[in-house]
């Protein structure tokens, strides 16, 4: 019984370390800091690439999709306000929160963070990984969507 125990354990394991080299092909560039922002570029299909980027507070604060890899207004894709009288960006953390648990961390190709292109010192075991909850949330629904067009539905956005 020990042994198929362990067997099973080592079994899970191996799929998360599997499950974390995927993730690190996709996410094109992140920062996860207070002085760089929160945001990643998610590669979905080679060719279909989304910029989302999180601010916890300011007159905009929510999630802010563009299309592509760079943050310009005429490139919107979706905009959940934090604020929003309707409470879209908090029902869908809700449902998050039901079908992800209560967060964590991911981790990404140390290469891809945007203090590696700034030549900021980065520590290994904190800057390979995106940790902030509301982005792990997205980044967990964007990992298993087939496209934008598909992310941006799971979260009703279209």
Do not use: H
């Amino acid at each position: 019984m020990k042994k198929l125990l362990g067997i099973v354990v080592l079994g899970l394991l191996w799929c998360n370390v599997g499950y974390a080299e995927t993730i690190d092909k996709r996410v094109l560039g992140y920062a996860d800091d207070n002085q760089y922002g929160k945001w990643f570029i998610f590669e979905t299909k080679p060719g279909d690439v989304f910029t989302l980027s999180f601010a916890g507070s300011g007159t905009n604060a929510g999630i802010w999709i563009v299309e592509g890899s760079n943050l310009e207004t005429g490139n919107t894709l979706c905009l959940l306000k934090k604020d929003d009288a309707s409470q879209k960006l908090q029902n869908v953390v809700k449902s998050f929160m039901a079908e992800y648990g209560l967060g964590g961390k991911v981790k990404v190709d140390i290469n891809n963070n945007l203090k590696k292109t700034l030549g900021v010192p980065m520590v290994k075991g904190i800057d390979d990984y995106i940790s902030d909850t509301i982005l792990f949330y997205f980044l967990k629904a964007a990992q298993s969507s087939r496209s934008t067009e598909d992310f941006l539905k799971r979260i009703n956005c279209k």
